[in-house]
Antibody, heavy 117, light 108 residues
Framework: QVQLQESGPGLVKPSQTLSLTCTVSGGSISSGAYYWSWIRQHPGKGLEWIGYIFYSGNAYYNPSLESRVTISVDTSKNQFSLELTSVTAADTAVYYC?????????WGQGTLVTVSS | EVVLTQSPGTLSLSPGERATLSCRASQSVYNSYLAWYQQKPGQAPRLLIQGASNRATGIPDRFSGSGSGTDFTLTISRLEPEDFAVYYCHQYGNSPETFGPGTKVDIK
């Protein structure tokens, strides 16, 4: 059974960088059959696709966030990560990592990141 | 960007009733790459349907998806108590991927 777990600070100051890591267990990121995604959900709102990465390191981002987002992968640790720079209160959300083979079939439990001074 | 519109915003039904949820896209979804998810409070979304009509592993057959092009439907044939939740559609055929705003199915 594939499991994903997000980790990282729950509080980030405005203008700083949000950094999260997703650890994958029960399956290998390097299998090549899937890509690995970050999705967020603003409080009480819908879902927003941030971007995804293949094990090779090729990444694709939502154009609305592309100038501030970097997704990276560490196959040796079976992890992938999200960095979002210059955050504002509008980036306060629950951040999910997910395995994607078309649709997102396995999700982490999500982690709330609050942007506040 | 493909904008997804879901209707109704809220659906109030009783257990045992049939639920019909709609998802309309602003342009044709490539290859019917349209998924449906169920989300309960405090939980991550759960994949129900992918490719417009293919149930994900372990999903009961009371859930079914249909549609193509710009119009898609999720049907729950007989609502069970655990089915009361928010349902989102998601298109992954056009970049960027987008989600609908959700339909809440609550108990009448």
């Amino acid at each position: 059974q594939v499991q994903l777990q997000e980790s990282g600070p729950g509080l980030v100051k405005p203008s700083q960088t949000l950094s999260l890591t997703c650890t994958v267990s029960g399956g290998s990121i390097s299998s090549g059959a899937y890509y690995w995604s970050w999705i967020r959900q603003h409080p009480g709102k819908g879902l927003e696709w941030i971007g995804y990465i293949f094990y090779s390191g090729n990444a694709y981002y939502n154009p609305s966030l592309e100038s501030r987002v970097t997704i990276s992968v560490d196959t040796s640790k079976n992890q992938f990560s999200l960095e979002l720079t210059s955050v504002t209160a509008a980036d306060t959300a629950v951040y999910y990592c997910a395995r994607v083979g078309g649709a997102a079939d396995y999700w982490g439990q999500g982690t709330l990141v609050t942007v506040s001074s | 960007e493909v904008v997804l519109t879901q209707s109704p915003g809220t659906l109030s039904l009783s257990p045992g009733e049939r639920a019909t949820l709609s998802c309309r896209a602003s342009q044709s979804v490539y290859n019917s790459y349209l998924a449906w998810y169920q989300q309960k409070p405090g939980q991550a979304p759960r994949l129900l349907i992918q490719g417009a009509s293919n149930r994900a592993t372990g999903i009961p057959d009371r859930f079914s998806g249909s549609g193509s092009g710009t119009d898609f439907t999720l049907t729950i044939s007989r609502l069970e108590p655990e089915d009361f939740a928010v349902y989102y559609c998601h298109q992954y055929g056009n970049s960027p991927e987008t989600f609908g705003p959700g339909t809440k199915v609550d108990i009448k």
